[in-house]
């Protein structure tokens, strides 16, 4: 069993957790993930591992409410305990020789992106962040962006918070004036991926895309998080959770994923709900 520490709203769809984990916090890299089951009999979730401190050995992970596990995970308390944390899994985020960077990061993709801009900020590289949110009540890790770059961009859909528009705006007006990147990182929802890849590419900007589709066991073996890129003029095969989960976004075939994607969603509305009567937030 893995006790909770701390738990935190950040908004009123997203939590923070603190899991005391010492081995995973020992050896986890920011862009790696773990899997975690609420209970015994539940299903694994991927969550990206949001930060970690090996002193005291606890694990940061970052979640929306959007299913029936994650709405259970909700209902934990510090204190409380969850039945299993398995990681780190997939492939750290490559920081090696990069010396300016740009991280867009878009809604509870931010929870992802900003252990990578801390990483970057450590490393002293020149760290640019971009976020962006529909609104400003689902505002999340200002502070700590903040904190770790040198410019912060902040944009919500409509304008209530920062700048109004999306995150492609202030990057386009960036690359535009001349502003040159060793590489872009990006994570979030994959229609914002996909525009930002389209954003960079008349300006050949290198593009690192972070994927998170359906995933069971994160050892390969499954197959559900299988991902389709374009290699040297072949359609090749990928796996997110051992290739990955960080991919060459002019690579990825972004509207197969976003079909893949989408494949379950009755499902996990009808779990959603069901598990919504059981907890009693109907």
Not at 3 to 18: A, C, D, F, S
Not at 19 to 37: S, W, Y
Not at 230 to 239: A, I, L, S, W, Y
Request: charged share 20%; glycine share 10%; with cysteine.
């Amino acid at each position: 069993m893995y006790p909770i520490i701390r738990k935190k709203e950040l908004n009123p769809t997203v939590t923070q957790m603190e899991i005391l984990a010492p081995l995973v916090a020992k050896k986890a890299k920011p862009g790696q993930f773990i899997i975690l089951r609420v209970s015994e009999d539940g299903e694994r979730i991927p969550l990206t591992v949001a930060g970690t401190n090996p002193d005291e050995g606890t694990v940061k992970i970052i979640f929306q409410i959007v299913g029936a596990t994650t709405l259970a995970l909700n209902q934990k308390n510090e204190g409380d305990s969850i039945s299993d944390f398995v990681g780190p899994l997939g492939v750290a985020t490559h920081t090696q020789g990069i010396r300016k960077v740009c991280i867009v990061g878009g809604g509870v993709g931010c929870a992802i992106a900003m252990p990578v801009a801390q990483e970057f900020h450590k490393l002293g590289a020149d760290v640019t962040s971009i976020i962006g949110f529909r609104s400003k009540d689902l505002v999340i890790l200002e502070e700590e962006f903040n904190a770790c770059s040198n410019r912060l961009f902040m944009m919500t859909d409509d304008g209530s918070y920062g700048r109004h528009g999306n995150v492609t705006v202030p990057l386009k007006e960036l690359l535009e004036a001349g502003e040159r990147f060793d590489t872009i990182i990006t994570i979030g929802p994959l229609i914002m991926m996909k525009f930002v890849v389209l954003t960079a590419k008349p300006f050949n900007v290198p593009v690192t895309v972070s994927m998170n589709p359906i995933m069971i066991d994160g050892t390969g073996m499954c197959g559900g998080c299988r991902l389709t890129l374009t290699q040297d003029g072949k359609r090749v095969m990928k796996f997110a959770c051992v290739d990955g989960p960080d991919f060459n976004g002019y690579e990825v075939d972004f509207d197969e994923a976003m079909s893949r994607g989408r494949m379950y969603f009755p499902e996990e509305r009808h779990a959603y709900d069901k598990a919504c009567n059981l907890f009693g937030k109907a």
